[in-house]
């Protein structure tokens, strides 16, 4: 690591530092949620501008910000990319099986509540 690389180093909690509460309020955003399912779905690191979201880019800088700060991702700086990785095993370790039971629970919401409108119908009379 070169000194300017060192300069660009960005603050992440230790394993053991990463809390529940944090966790589940990083997640707790639909777009900050977006992201992660994102990067599960991928074993590559992925660049902040991969992300195609219907924000501001302070916004987008905000939400990987606070999922960088809350431990579920791991941000570096590759030239002058910011680059992202899912702490899933650091998550896996202090959490055993919460990050697995959100993402399952979010394809789950999704498959109900389309974000195109095209929720599946309960049938009359209640189910």
Do not use: W
């Not at 300017?4 to 909690?13: F, I, S």
């Not at 501001?56 to 680059?83: D, I, P």
């Amino acid at each position: 690591m070169t000194e300017r690389d060192t300069a660009r180093a960005l603050a992440h909690p230790e394993p053991g530092e990463i809390r529940l509460e944090g966790v589940l309020h990083a997640l707790s955003d639909p777009m900050r949620l977006s992201i992660v399912r994102e990067l599960a779905s991928t074993d590559a690191e992925l660049a902040c501008s991969d992300f195609v979201l219907p924000v501001t880019k302070s916004t987008t800088t905000h939400h990987f910000r606070v999922l960088r700060e809350s431990g579920v991702v791991r941000q570096t700086y590759r030239g002058t990319a910011k680059m992202n990785g899912l702490r899933r095993e650091d998550l896996q370790t202090r959490f055993p099986g919460l990050l697995d039971s959100i993402l399952t629970a979010a394809t789950a919401d999704e498959d109900h509540h389309p974000a195109d409108g095209s929720a599946a119908q309960d049938p009359p009379g209640g189910s």
